[in-house]
C-alpha cells in the first residue's frame, strides 16, 4: 500500500538459505479445546493484530462465489469455501469474519452450528475434527459492500460497481477466513454480474458462463495469496491485453470510458517489469496488470497479480509524469517484496514498505534523474520524529483507534527505505544486490520476518549484523549513516521547540 499525497509462528529452516546461497553464488480459524468460552475470538498473537489470523489449521484453498445484484446498495450473496488441513484436534473453528450474515455452515458436508464472537465466525462441527486431517468448510453468507461508520477497507464502491481493498486485515469484511498474511493459500474466485458489467479477479480466468441477464466469471491463482491481497473488480469495464517480459500476460481493468486516456501510462508497465526483473530476477506470478477505479481511497494497493489504483492519479495534471511512474514501479515491485514474500507478522510491514519504496526512489534515481541519496539524506533528516511518532521501523506502534491502516506510517516507508541505503552503506553494493535477489528467491511464495533477513544479511556479508540491525531497525535513535558522519537528524524535542 502506498498512501498518496492525498504466538510466534516458527522460522523457515535455515537449509533454505544456505541452498539459495549456492545457487547464487553459482549464478477463522481458532479451536475450541484452548478456548473453552465460544464467545472468545482468539487469533495468532499478532503484536499488532491479535485477535486474527486462527491456530488450529492452515488454509489450502478457498473459493469464493459472489453475486453482484447490479447496484452497491445491496449485499452480494456469496458461498465461501475454505479446505484446511488441521494440526489440532478441532471441537469448535473460529474463522474471522464480520460485516455480513451467514445463512449456514457445513463442515465436511454435515451441517454445523454456528455463533459469532467479535469479529469471528465460531462454528461447531457435529463432530470434532482430528488433528493431521483435512476439513471442508462451506459458508454461505452475505458480502454487504455498504460502508458502515468507523469501517476500515473491504469492498470499496466505485462510480460503476465495487473494488477490494483489504489491507491490513479487512478481508473478513468481505469473506469468511483466517486473515492473516501467514496463513497463505490458492484462490479460485466466482462472480456472477449482470450483463454489461464486467468482473476481473486474482489470477488467470479459468472461463465465463453467459445466460440471458448474467454473467459468471472464474478466475484462478497459480500462486498461494494472502488474504489481505485479494481482488475483485465488478464495473463497465473494458480489459487491455497486452504481452510482457518472457511472454508474461499483462491485462489492465480500466473504466471503458477512459481507455483511450490510460492507455499512454499502461503501455509502460511491460519495461517496468522487464526493469525490476533486472533488479532482482523472474516476475514471480502468472499475470500482472493495472485495475483503475474510479473511486476516492487515498491509497494505492498492491493487490496480487491486480494492482489497485486510483484513477485521477493518472487523469489529474497535479503529479509529474516521473513521480505516477514511480508510483506504478512502488506497487509493481511489492508484487515480490509484500506478495510472493510476505510478511510473518504485520511488525514486518518495513520489509514490504522499505524494499517498494527502494526501487520507486531508484528508478526515480535512473529514469528521471531524481538522486537517491538526496532522498535518503532528507529521510535522515526526519527519522528521529519518526521513529518518535510511529515507532522504529520493525517494531511500529499499533493502529489508532478505529484508523487500522494507520500501520502505515513513513517510518515503514522512507524510514525502511533508509535502512536499505545504510545496508548497502554498510555490506557495499554486489552483496547487497546479491541479497536482494537471494531474499525473493529463498523465500517466493512463502512468507519471511525480519530475523530471516538478518540472518540472510549476515550469511552473505559473511559477518554478524546483528548489531548494525539491533540499531538500525529498534532503536528510538537514528544511528550514524555509514559513510555520511556528516548526516543529521532533527530531535523531536527539538521540532516542538522551533
Not at 497463505?184 to 476481473?200: D, E, L, R, S
Not at 489529474?316 to 507478522?345: A, C, K, N
Not at 552483496?431 to 520476518?449: C, I, K, P, Q, Y
Amino acid at each position: 500500500m502506498l498512501l498518496t499525497p492525498r504466538p510466534r509462528i516458527p522460522r523457515p529452516p535455515t537449509r533454505r538459505i544456505k541452498a539459495a546461497l549456492l545457487a547464487s553464488a553459482v549464478s477463522v480459524c481458532l479451536i475450541a479445546a484452548s478456548a473453552p468460552n465460544p464467545a472468545a475470538s482468539v487469533g495468532v498473537g499478532d503484536r499488532l493484530f491479535p485477535h486474527l489470523g486462527n491456530p488450529g489449521y492452515d488454509v489450502k484453498s478457498y473459493d469464493l462465489a459472489f453475486t453482484y445484484p447490479g447496484t452497491n446498495s445491496k449485499p452480494l450473496a456469496a458461498v465461501t469455501t475454505i479446505d484446511a488441513v488441521t494440526s489440532s484436534r478441532l471441537e469448535r473453528v473460529n474463522l474471522d469474519y464480520a460485516h455480513g450474515t451467514v445463512g449456514s455452515v457445513e463442515v465436511n458436508g454435515v451441517p454445523a452450528t454456528f455463533t459469532s464472537a467479535g469479529e469471528d465466525l465460531v462454528v461447531t462441527p457435529a463432530r470434532p475434527v482430528p488433528a493431521g486431517s483435512w476439513m471442508h468448510i462451506t459458508v454461505r453468507h452475505t458480502s454487504d459492500p455498504v460502508v458502515t461508520k468507523g469501517q476500515d477497507g473491504g469492498w470499496v464502491q466505485t462510480k460503476d460497481g465495487l473494488a477490494m481493498a483489504n489491507q491490513a486485515d479487512a478481508a473478513h469484511l468481505v469473506f469468511p477466513c483466517s486473515d492473516h498474511p501467514s496463513d497463505k493459500a490458492m484462490f479460485t474466485i466466482h462472480v456472477t454480474a449482470p450483463n454489461g458489467y464486467t468482473a476481473v479477479a486474482n489470477g488467470l480466468p479459468a472461463g465465463a458462463d453467459r445466460t440471458r441477464r448474467s454473467t459468471t466469471w472464474t478466475y484462478r491463482t497459480e500462486h498461494p495469496m494472502a488474504t489481505e491481497l485479494a481482488q475483485v473488480s465488478i464495473g463497465r469495464s473494458t480489459v487491455l491485453h497486452r504481452t510482457g517480459p518472457h511472454g508474461l500476460p499483462v491485462r489492465d481493468v480500466v473504466p471503458t470510458k477512459d481507455s483511450k486516456t490510460l492507455e499512454p501510462w499502461l503501455k509502460k508497465t511491460p519495461d517496468q517489469i522487464a526493469w525490476m526483473e533486472g533488479k532482482v530476477g523472474r516476475y514471480p506470478f502468472e499475470t500482472y496488470g493495472l485495475l483503475m477505479a474510479e473511486a476516492k481511497t487515498g491509497f494505492e494497493l498492491e493487490t496480487q497479480t491486480l494492482s489497485l489504483f486510483e484513477r485521477k492519479l493518472f487523469t489529474e495534471p497535479v503529479y509529474p509524469q516521473w513521480y505516477v511512474e514511480s508510483i506504478m514501479v512502488h506497487e509493481l515491485s511489492h508484487q515480490w517484496f509484500g506478495d510472493s514474500v510476505s510478511p510473518r507478522t504485520w511488525s514486518d510491514l518495513w520489509l514490504n514498505e522499505g524494499h517498494a519504496t527502494w526501487y520507486e526512489a531508484l528508478y526515480a534515481e535512473e529514469k528521471a534523474h531524481k538522486p537517491m541519496e538526496a532522498r535518503m539524506k532528507a529521510a535522515y533528516g526526519a527519522s528521529d520524529t519518526w521513529r518518535a511518532v510511529g515507532g522504529p521501523p520493525a517494531e511500529p506502534k499499533g493502529p489508532e483507534p478505529g484508523q487500522k491502516i494507520s500501520i502505515f506510517r513513513p517510518n515503514v516507508y522512507d524510514g525502511a527505505a533508509l535502512v536499505l541505503y545504510a545496508l548497502r552503506q554498510e555490506i557495499g553494493r554486489p552483496a547487497f544486490e546479491r541479497l536482494e535477489r537471494t531474499w525473493v528467491n529463498v523465500h517466493r511464495d512463502g512468507v519471511a520476518s525480519t530475523a530471516d533477513f538478518e540472518e540472510l544479511s549476515s550469511a552473505l556479508a559473511a559477518r554478524d549484523l546483528s548489531g548494525f540491525f539491533k540499531a538500525w531497525l529498534y532503536g528510538e535513535k537514528t544511528p550514524p549513516m555509514p559513510g555520511h558522519p556528516d548526516w543529521k537528524s532533527d530531535a523531536p524535542q527539538a521540532r516542538k521547540g522551533s
